[in-house]
T-cell receptor, first 116, second 114 residues
């Protein structure tokens, strides 16, 4: 079952504009991660924010986390055509009680189209 | 080497065929994963291997059979698949001892079942 829901489902912007994607989740988390996927390819890890962090930056990426609202946002500043991809949030949760092993559960994703 | 490789890139098979997908990583990761991804959907976890032992099977049908021959290799054996099994199959790996579980993904195998 999907843990996260993302909005918008699709976003189309012009190069140079900022893109904001939101992710909501339902249960308590250890961390929240954002991944990028180019069409039909594997996922690439972008950034991880821990549950005790509120904001994190990496280059043109800014991620926020609000655990009280169970939501996160990913901001891509000064977007480029090469940023065109699907973006997924993923939450790390325990899957088994006995071992506490964790695995990722992915949100539904936002398809970003950056027009040159 | 920070790469996860998968072979083949594309696979077309009939419902009576037996085939295998392969995944390899040389990052020393001791956790490896298989995901299934349908078009315009997020990846769905199928199996997790930890230290070459199957630790999680997310109620996957028995026509999918995973195997972890050693710490660098992960296979997914396919038998008697259905057309609805057509999807992108992604392999990933992570440091088992990391509590944050950042995962490294391969490029995937695009599977078509006729």
């Amino acid at each position: 079952s999907q843990q996260g829901e993302e909005d918008p489902q699709a976003l189309s912007i012009q190069e140079g504009e900022n893109a904001t994607m939101n992710c909501s989740y339902k249960t308590s988390i250890n961390n929240l991660q954002w991944y990028r996927q180019n069409s039909g390819r594997g996922l690439v890890h972008l950034i991880l924010i821990r549950s005790n962090e509120r904001e994190k930056h990496s280059g043109r990426l800014r991620v926020t986390l609000d655990t009280s609202k169970k939501s996160s946002s990913l901001l891509i500043t000064a977007s480029r055509a090469a940023d065109t991809a699907s973006y997924f949030c993923a939450t790390g949760q325990p899957l088994t009680v006995d071992t506490g092993r964790r695995a990722l559960t992915f949100g539904s994703g936002t398809r970003l189209q950056v027009q040159p | 080497d920070t790469e996860v490789t998968q072979t083949p890139k594309h696979l077309v098979m009939g419902m009576t065929n037996k085939k295998s997908l392969k995944c390899e990583q040389h990052m020393g990761h001791r956790a490896m994963y298989w995901y299934k991804q349908k078009a315009k959907k997020p990846p769905e976890l199928m199996f997790v291997y930890s230290y070459e032992k199957l630790s999680i099977n997310e109620s996957v049908p028995s026509r999918f059979s995973p195997e972890c021959p050693n710490s660098s290799l992960l296979n997914l054996h396919l038998h008697a698949l259905q057309p609805e099994d057509s999807a992108l199959y992604l392999c990933a790996s992570s440091q088992e001892r990391s509590s944050y579980n950042e995962q490294f993904f391969g490029p995937g195998t695009r599977l078509t079942v006729l």
